[in-house]
Nanobody
C-alpha cells in the first residue's frame, strides 16, 4: 500500500501563488497515475489535475493555464503549482495515487487552500 502526505496549503490573496507538494511512501513502485483533487463543503470532490505514468497531463477547465502538475518519480513526489489564484479555488486539496492491482485510488489527508478576495 501507498501513503500520501500533502503540504503547502495556506491562506493567500487573490492573484497570488502557492505550490502544493505530495510525498508518497510505501509501495511506490506500484503507482501509476497521480493527481490532485479538491473539495468544498457540500460539493463532490473534483479533479484538478492528473499526471499519468507516461507523463501526459490533464487539467480541469477552470484551472487550465493557471495550475501546473509536475511529478518527480525519483523522489516519489507530485507537485501542484497554482498561479493567479482566485477565491473560487478555495478548497481542501487532496493528493491521489492510482496503483496497479488496486481498484480504488489512495488519498492523502488533504491540505486547506484559502484564497481571499
Amino acid at each position: 500500500q501507498v501513503q500520501l502526505v500533502e503540504s503547502g496549503g495556506g491562506l493567500v490573496q487573490a492573484g497570488e501563488s502557492l505550490r502544493l507538494s505530495c510525498a508518497a511512501s510505501g509501495s511506490t513502485r506500484s503507482i501509476s497515475a497521480m493527481g490532485w483533487y479538491r473539495q468544498v463543503p457540500g460539493k463532490q470532490r473534483e479533479l484538478v489535475a492528473v499526471s499519468s505514468s507516461g507523463g501526459s497531463t490533464n487539467y480541469a477547465h477552470s484551472v487550465k493555464g493557471r495550475f501546473t502538475i509536475a511529478r518527480d518519480n525519483a523522489k516519489n513526489k507530485v507537485y501542484l503549482q497554482m498561479n493567479s489564484l482566485k477565491p473560487e479555488d478555495t478548497a481542501v486539496y487532496y493528493c491521489a495515487a492510482e496503483q496497479v492491482g488496486y481498484s480504488r485510488p489512495t488519498w492523502g489527508q488533504g491540505t486547506q487552500v484559502t484564497v481571499s478576495s
